[in-house]
């Protein structure tokens, strides 16, 4: 069955950087677009990045464009988020998510991963 | 850009049907698909409806979706409410960008 994992999450200070992995299974990796998304306490879901099957295009929200990168290893089955710059805006549980073979629909969602920025 | 906009809660009672809204802003809601996602206290969201009205696999037929032009929204429908329905229940589609877009959620209360 289809499985996403997260990991990677941690305390960091504003202004560091921190790259979260999900890694999958049950699916081939190189079908289907992958999304992160995140929810700050207490909040709703924010979409934050996507990456197509092939890894050639790659979406961001507007609030994390030119900090966060998305990418994917094809050969470790593992889809990341790396994330720079970080502010306290940037806490959240962060999950990823896989899309429906039609693509842009979220259909499977990992477990998340909490990201805290204090100092 | 677009909006989703969502009432930000309902109640009804166990066995009842209820309807949740989610309005776009601009642009026609027939344009991009809409999804809808549960999620319970502490829990990641889960797909209880994908491209419109699809069901994902597990999923009881007492959920469903639907879309209406007219009032340029969608509409997520729950039949024979359990208790186990009480969750938020957010919307969600894509932009012509390809970005993502939420509503802001609905908190349903099944009393």
């Known amino acids: 069955q289809v499985q996403l994992v997260e990991s990677g999450g941690d305390v960091v200070q504003p202004g560091r950087s921190l790259r979260l992995s999900c890694e999958i299974s049950?699916?081939?990796?190189?079908?289907?677009?992958m999304n992160w998304v995140r929810q700050a306490p207490g909040k709703g879901l924010e979409w934050v990045a996507l990456?197509?099957?092939?890894?050639?295009?790659?979406y961001y929200a507007d609030s994390v464009k030119g900090r966060f990168t998305i990418s994917k290893d094809t050969s470790k089955n593992t889809l990341f988020l790396q994330m720079n710059s970080l502010g306290p805006d940037d806490t959240a549980v962060y999950y990823c998510?896989?899309?429906?073979?039609?693509?842009?629909?979220?259909?499977?969602w990992g477990q998340g991963t909490r990201v805290t920025v204090s100092s | 850009n677009f909006m989703l906009t969502q009432p930000h809660s309902v109640s009804e009672s166990p066995g009842k049907t209820v309807t949740i809204s989610c309005t776009r802003s601009s642009g026609s809601i027939v344009r991009n698909y809409v999804q809808w996602y549960q999620q319970r206290p502490g829990s990641a969201p889960t797909t209880v409806i994908y491209?419109?009205?699809?069901?994902p696999s597990g999923v009881p037929d007492r959920f469903s979706g639907s879309i209406d032009s007219s009032s340029n929204s969608a509409s997520l429908t729950i039949s024979g409410l359990k208790t186990e329905d009480e969750a938020d229940y957010y919307c969600?589609?894509?932009?012509?960008?390809?970005?993502?877009?939420f509503g802001g959620g609905t908190r349903l209360t099944v009393l």
């Open positions: 998510a896989r899309d429906c073979s039609g693509g842009r629909c979220p259909l499977y």
């Open positions: 049950g699916f081939s990796f190189s079908s289907y677009d």
């Open positions: 491209e419109d009205d699809q069901r």
């Open positions: 990456i197509w099957s092939d890894g050639s295009k790659k």
């Open positions: 969600q589609s894509y932009d012509s960008s390809n970005h993502g877009v």
